[in-house]
């Protein structure tokens, strides 16, 4: 009879759990039935199993026993005195064919659906067991065993006795011969157990009897196990005795069912223990920098435990991997703490949900593939991976990483992945990058009054613009409500402020006596941020002794060979330390092109240090990058207003301040100095007026004609005419605090110019939308008229109605009259008798309706668009060029020059349920290589809109931009714009040219 299993089930219900009952020599109907009582029954009515499934395997031991002796070289046996049975005539098996059967039986899908099988075996179904496990790993086969348990089974050789029954399993009148076993078959067994011991995940219960003759306590216990003390477990009873049961509460069912439940319950425990180990150590990383940032512990678990929408940075099953960039102070690492600690309890509570996975990038193994193979080992669950600090190794590795994890959640739908770092040009706008969002302003407000213990002490309208924005980063947030608990005084004006309180607070508790490591701790910073703010190789910095004692600070920590600050505000401080200390000059950082890694050590050294050297410092950056000195002052220098303090200086020395400050501007700015700084046309810096009244001081330039000094004291009752302007703030004491003044100053004035679209005219289309406009004007029609305007109805009326008026105003701009006359007298001297519309105007005489686009065929409005775009293109480039000379490697559009400006135009549609939409247009700039000296214009006409850009072209774009601009990449960034056009009316290339000056501007803080 072949190897056959029968079910045993409790309902049709599903289990995930299956025993699997393999019989010895002995009848398969006895073997676990005994006085009516069966061990399946016991099982399956047993409670403390929940659901349960027993599967019993039958075979005819008569042909085992004949193969078994047939292997000992036993060829005859007597059975009495003139007969003899032949062994291995008739039919007959082995063990091995019958670890094959049950292979056979438990690869079927009714087994395989279960997730948790155990094996018993009782004598020599242990070594079917054993020998159907053992070859499993042998051959590298998966499957869901669980554990094995045996019972008497003969490991390590059998008595006398055991042949004795062999062969009465055959003939119950067989003489028992002498022999001894043939120990072939059990060699190889233990040989393969030893070989496979250490990988085998599975856990073993050998159970022998007390009062067995056939198999003994030493070969019920295979030689693998180490300790006959604790590596076998007695029943009562003989051989088949021990399986003798009454009831649940045998000693052998109660012993053999522990052990069950033990393996089944053997994940579950695991599971639990590696969630509470993962739990325990990501709640101590996460608590201990909440501590280094000031927090007490209370705080910090209180935070812990409150709720967030992280959601948005999950991946989902359309997006199966997300690259979550968190710029500084935004709490990456809280909120990746607070994921993982979500998916722990998801773990905890889904029998079906893995552990999930946390592992910084720097201890990811380069074979990713090989690695994740390891872990996803069922397509049927779901399997998360969170891979931190990708911004801590090199570019080459985040980008093999992030390649690989790519290929993987292509390969496993059942992947999830999370890869976090700072912003890197590599993340920029590819499709998997998911930003980090700032904090409500009112879970910003709870916070900092949280930590501050107050109540609804502080509300956003009383914070300075600068605070609102930085609170919104929780690291900000709990900064300013530590401030106001430390200090308990007025709030800071700006994020230096901020940062120089963060600084005291990291190293108050850090004692820094020795000047050798604060020298070190100066390179280090120093040789960090000159390389993108990244981890340094520990040679460079020290001997073994030397990084040890940067170690030992506390400050600094240690991986895979490089070391770093524990947090970047250390980074700065030192590196701001080192600039102060001359360990490097403003000069090197400029000459390296260094500048936009130094911005927040630049701010904590405006912010901290002496005031001359910060002068010094802020000469040299403003005379070279006066775009990036903006920047820095804007996040350096408090805002006015919110402190009563009284500067220190007196009215005169305000005054030199001022002047000296004004005048580094004005060489910087060159040729946009003559239209925004009080300059006359030498471009001498103008003589000032400042009156100082308590906190508040008052400062004018003069106008006159008088032979004044350069600073003199004004009061109140000025003179309008010569002083005309009067500006007026409290400055405070705050160190440099003149250099915000003067800034401000030149800002407003070039604000109000840029929003007026007033700059003197230095471009052809600009000028030509101006003259057209003002023939409109004098022709009284509207902005949207573009037919052709004979010349000569333009001559008449100028003699009959504006013989006498000197300006025209138009658009809010006055042009003289001589301007416009010039323009007509150059018309005629071409032989132009009508004056035309500078753009492609409308070629439809009678719409149908009265939209402003009405007059124009799709293929018109699509013309116009080009004409357009094109000239705003270079209406932009000569704008910049002529006026903005040391801003423009500032100015994303022209940095980008140039460039492909790439998109689709969209006709007018209509919609029977809402308005008509006018003409749109989606559109990107996509760098050149620089050899190229022309712009390119490439927009189709498309049907039907889409709203959603494509990732994989913002992608391209931000390859191209670090291929071609290698230099600006890290704060260029790729932007895709969609847009109804305006682009009507009588001067819609000026409005487009001012509009991206505008934006280039404001992103430099040189508009408000």
């Known amino acids: 009879m072949a190897l056959n299993l029968l079910f045993h089930k409790q309902s049709e219900t599903p289990s995930d759990n299956l025993i699997v009952l393999i019989h010895g020599l002995g009848a398969p109907n006895s073997t676990w039935t005994h006085d009516g009582v069966s061990w399946i029954d016991l099982f399956l009515t047993d409670d403390t199993f929940g659901s349960l499934d027993v599967a019993e395997i039958t075979y005819d031991t008569t042909h085992l026993a004949n193969g078994i002796l047939s ?27 019958l670890a094959r059967e049950l292979k056979r039986e438990l690869d079927s899908k009714k087994v395989k659906q279960y997730k948790n099988v155990v094996l018993i075996g009782h004598s020599m179904g242990g070594l079917v067991a054993i020998r159907y496990i053992l070859e499993e790993f042998e051959n590298n086969q998966s499957h869901n065993i669980k554990g094995m348990i045996s019972l008497a089974t003969p490991y390590n050789g059998s008595s006398f006795a055991l042949y004795s029954q062999l062969i009465k399993s055959i003939n119950r009148h067989a003489q028992i011969p002498s022999l001894e076993p043939n120990s072939a078959f059990l060699d190889e067994t233990i040989r393969l157990w030893q070989k496979h011991l250490d990988k085998m995940n599975l856990d073993f219960k050998f159970f022998f009897g007390t009062e067995d003759t056939i198999v003994s306590e030493n070969s019920a216990i295979p030689h693998i196990v180490s300790s006959k003390w604790t590596g076998g477990i007695p029943l009562p009873g003989d051989h088949s005795g021990i399986l003798n049961v009454e009831n649940h509460s045998s000693v052998s069912y109660s012993h053999v069912s522990e052990a069950v439940k033990d393996f089944f319950d053997k994940d ?116 998360w991976i969170i891979v931190d600090g990708m911004d801590e190794v090199s570019v080459s590795i985040a980008s093999n990483i992030l390649e690989n994890m790519r290929i993987s959640t292509e390969r496993w739908n059942n992947l999830r992945v999370i890869l976090t770092s700072r912003p890197l ?56 409500g530590l401030y106001l608990t430390k200090k308990n005084s007025l709030i800071p004006t700006t994020s230096g402020e901020l940062l120089s309180y963060m600084i005291e607070n990291a190293l108050e508790k850090v004692e820094l006596n020795d000047s050798h490591i604060i020298q070190m701790l100066m390179n280090l910073a120093m040789v960090s941020t000159c390389n993108g703010n990244v981890p340094v190789k520990k040679s460079e910095i020290g001997d073994i002794m030397e990084v040890r004692n940067l170690l030992n600070t506390g400050i600094v920590i240690e991986e895979n060979g490089y070391i770093s600050f524990v947090l970047p505000i250390l980074n700065q401080w030192f590196a701001a330390k080192a600039l102060s200390e001359d360990i490097i000059t403003i000069n090197q950082i400029f000459e390296s092109s260094y500048l936009d890694y130094w911005k927040y050590p630049l701010v904590i050294l405006i912010t901290i240090f002496k005031e001359n050297k910060i002068d010094n410092i802020l000469r040299e950056i403003v005379e070279k990058d006066p775009g990036f000195a903006a920047m820095l002052i804007e996040e350096s220098i408090q805002k006015w207003g919110i402190h009563n303090e009284i500067t220190s200086l007196s009215s005169q020395e305000c005054g030199e301040k001022i002047r000296m400050t004004m005048n580094s501007w004005v060489k910087s700015l060159e040729i946009l100095a003559d239209i925004i700084a009080p300059i006359d046309m030498q471009r001498n810096i103008l003589p000032i007026g400042v009156n100082k009244n308590d906190e508040w001081l008052y400062t004018s330039w003069y106008r006159g004609r008088k032979e004044l000094t350069e600073i003199s004291i004004i009061d109140r009752s000025r003179n309008e005419i010569d002083w005309p302007t009067l500006r007026g703030a409290r400055p405070g004491n705050s160190s440099s605090w003149y250099w915000r003044w003067t800034l401000e100053e030149l800002r407003d004035n070039l604000t109000k110019l840029i929003k007026n679209n007033t700059l003197p005219i230095c471009t052809e289309i600009i000028y030509k939308e101006i003259m057209w406009s003002t023939t409109l004007k004098i022709y009284k029609k509207g902005s949207l008229y573009t037919k052709g305007i004979v010349l000569d ?61 009405s007059v124009y065929s799709d293929e018109q409005l699509y013309m116009r668009t080009l004409k357009i775009y094109q000239e705003a293109i270079i209406g932009y480039k000569e704008l910049v060029e002529t006026f903005f000379p040391v801003l423009k490697q500032r100015l994303r559009k022209y940095v980008l020059y140039p460039f492909i400006l790439k998109g689709e135009f969209f006709p007018p549609e209509e919609n029977s349920k809402y308005l008509p939409i006018g003409p749109a247009m989606k559109w990107h700039l996509e760098p050149l290589p620089l050899e190229k000296k022309e712009a390119i214009l490439d927009i189709k006409m498309s049907r039907g809109r889409k709203e959603e850009f494509n990732d994989e072209d913002i992608y391209e774009i931000a390859r191209k931009i670090k291929e071609y601009r290698p230099d600006s990449y890290i704060w260029i960034g790729a932007n895709q714009n969609s847009q109804i056009l305006d682009i009507f009316g009588d001067r819609p290339v000026t409005k487009i040219i001012y509009k991206w000056l505008e934006e280039d501007l404001k992103s430099v803080d040189w508009i408000k």
Not at 80 to 93: E, L, Q
Not at 271 to 287: G, N
Not at 806 to 815: A, R, S
């Open 793 to 853: 109805d333009i001559r008449s009326r100028l003699e009959r109605e504006y013989k006498h008026i000197t300006e025209i105003e138009t658009d809010n701009k006055l042009v003289p009259i001589s301007m416009y006359m010039g323009y007509i007298e150059d018309l005629e001297s071409k032989g132009v008798r009508v004056i035309e519309c500078p753009l492609p105007g409308g070629d439809i005489d009678n719409p149908i309706d009265n939209w402003v686009w």
């Open 71 to 97: 292997l000992m070289g036993i060829k005859k046996i007597k059975l009495g005195r003139f007969k003899r049975f032949t062994v291995g005539k008739g039919p007959y098996t082995t063990i091995e064919i």
């Open 425 to 480: 040009s590599i993340f920029n706008n590819i499709s998997e990058t998911v930003y980090m969002r700032g904090l409500s302003q009112k879970a910003a407000l709870e916070l900092v009054n949280y930590i501050n213990h107050q109540e609804n002490q502080y509300y956003y309208h009383h914070l300075p613009k600068d605070i609102g924005i930085a609170i919104q980063r929780p690291l900000f947030a709990i900064l300013l």
């Open 268 to 383: 579950i425990v695991l599971k639990k223990k590696i969630i509470d180990e993962q739990r325990r150590l990501t709640i101590a990383k996460s608590v201990t920098r909440l501590k280094a940032n000031g927090l007490d512990r209370e705080q910090a678990l209180y935070l812990l435990e409150k709720t967030y929408d992280f959601e948005y940075l999950k991946p989902v099953s359309e997006k199966r991997l997300v690259v979550i960039v968190g710029e500084f102070g935004l709490g990456k690492s809280f909120a990746i703490d607070k994921i993982y600690l979500d998916l722990l309890i998801r773990a905890e509570n889904e029998s079906n949900f893995p552990i999930p996975i946390s592992i910084n990038a720097a201890q990811l193994d380069n074979d990713v593939q090989s690695y994740l193979e390891g872990i996803v080992v069922d397509q049927s669950k779901e399997f």
